[in-house]
């Protein structure tokens, strides 16, 4: 049984940052990835990590601001917040799966790929 549990959300202001934790217990992700999820939107892809190798993908709208990491030892991942923005407002997701795939897949961008989910964590932007 692997369980995900995800910390460090909060309220900051527009340009501030936040740093995102999940703490993975039971079997070490072949991938691992942050979804985030506001009111009335779908959820959508923030970023991915390929656990052996660190290979990383990142969506458009977070790419420059956001970094994605992982602690191999303590099996935790992070997602790393910089110059926050209003629009980063949204519940965030942990995500995992034990499968690992090609470094090109499209699968590290659907969350209806990965197994596993944490609770979410309250991620507010302030202008």
């Known amino acids: 049984q692997v369980q995900l549990v995800e910390s460090g959300g909060g309220l900051v202001q527009a340009g501030d940052s936040l740093r995102l934790s999940c703490a993975v217990s039971?079997?070490?992700?072949?991938?691992a990835g942050w979804f985030r999820q506001s009111p009335g939107k779908e959820r959508e892809f923030v970023s991915s990590?390929?656990?052996?190798?660190?290979?990383?993908r990142y969506a458009d709208a977070v790419k420059g601001r956001f970094t994605i990491s992982r602690d191999r030892a303590k099996k935790e991942v992070y997602l790393q917040m910089n110059m926050l923005r209003p629009e980063d407002t949204a519940v965030y997701y942990c995500?995992?799966?034990?499968?690992?795939?090609?470094?090109?897949?499209?699968?590290?961008?659907?969350?209806?790929?990965?197994?596993?989910w944490g609770q979410g964590t309250q991620v507010t932007i302030s202008s």
């Open positions: 039971g079997s070490t992700p072949g991938a």
């Open positions: 990590i390929r656990w052996f190798d660190g290979n990383s």
């Open positions: 995500a995992g799966t034990p499968r690992t795939w090609n470094s090109g897949s499209s699968y590290y961008y659907d969350h209806s790929k990965y197994d596993y």
